[in-house]
């Protein structure tokens, strides 16, 4: 879906973050097997609230992902689902069923809870896509469920020279994504760049913001950024924005940021609340059959 095609470049971005520092992921597996990279880990929530958790997932081997992930509980935040390649079949305790395919997103929110599957709806080829875990506010932990499927033809592109940027949520250079949520405003972008290109995001400093690179590598200052590495982005008092700028060979990048909730965060595998004792609940409430 192309809302602004070959726009002008512009360079709304005069004071912009340095890197803090270079994540590199974990290889871990979750589900019944799938083995991933556990890029966002939990020592690393505090810093990047409100995002609790990123796993990148790729493999052209169908025993790295056939397992998918059955039936299991969420309690107290949102799931958001890219996938770049393959099939996933979502069903969930609350009647929503969809398919992921290429380009799709699925964003769910558990609310006060939720059982779901993920399943491949394929039995070889390759599988890859993010999972990004999306905090609630204390307000809205115990809320409905919910669930939207997102067609990869109806996410909006911003382009300029050299640049696509496919909007999963938040704005950019006056597109709309397909998501907003007005508490955490989150940005979710896809970024494409061809060799040398360069692309601005305005943020306000005190949005927590990082990048991971998936194909390619990119600049930001004088830093390199190679592929498979996140970047955590310094919340430098007085910056407006964020610079990034391919290197000799295109790539690739999904820039996310957001508003910080400043809230406690307790833990306990799928269960993500404010206090130990409404983990013991979740627990407790998905043991009597009460979560969904």
Do not use: C
């Amino acid at each position: 879906m192309d809302t602004n095609t070959l726009s002008p470049v512009t360079s709304p971005v005069t004071r912009p973050r340095a890197v803090e520092r270079l994540v590199q992921g974990q290889a871990t597996s979750d589900g019944a097997g799938v083995k991933l990279t556990r890029v966002l880990t939990q020592n690393l929530q505090r810093r990047l609230d409100p995002f609790l958790m990123l796993d990148a997932f790729g493999t052209d081997n169908p025993g790295d992902y056939i397992g998918g992930f059955p039936d299991h509980p969420h309690r107290g935040f949102e799931t958001v689902t890219y996938m770049l390649q393959g099939r996933m079949r979502h069903r969930d305790s609350a009647g929503n069923e969809g398919l992921l395919v290429p380009g799709s997103v699925q964003w769910m929110t558990a609310g006060r809870g939720v059982i779901h599957s993920e399943m491949p709806e394929q039995e070889d080829g390759a599988m890859e896509g993010f999972q990004l875990w999306l905090n609630l506010a204390a307000k809205d932990k115990m809320r409905d469920p919910w669930y939207r499927d997102i067609g990869s033809e109806t996410i909006p592109e911003y382009r300029a020279a050299g640049v696509t940027a496919r909007v999963i949520a938040g704005h950019t250079h006056g597109v709309d994504g397909a998501m907003q949520r007005a508490t955490t405003e989150p940005l979710y972008l896809d970024l494409h760049l061809e060799p040398g290109a360069r692309f601005e995001q305005p943020l306000a400093p005190e949005f927590n913001a990082f990048v991971y690179v998936y194909r390619g590598e990119l600049v930001l200052g004088d830093q390199i950024v190679r592929r498979q590495r996140m970047v955590i982005l310094a919340n430098t008092p007085g910056s407006d924005g964020i610079v990034l700028t391919a290197g000799a060979e295109p790539a690739k990048a999904i820039l996310i940021a957001g508003r910080p909730l400043g809230e406690p965060i307790a833990q306990y595998g799928p269960f993500v609340m404010n206090t130990n004792e409404e983990i013991y609940q979740a627990v407790e409430d998905f043991r009597a059959g009460r979560l969904a």
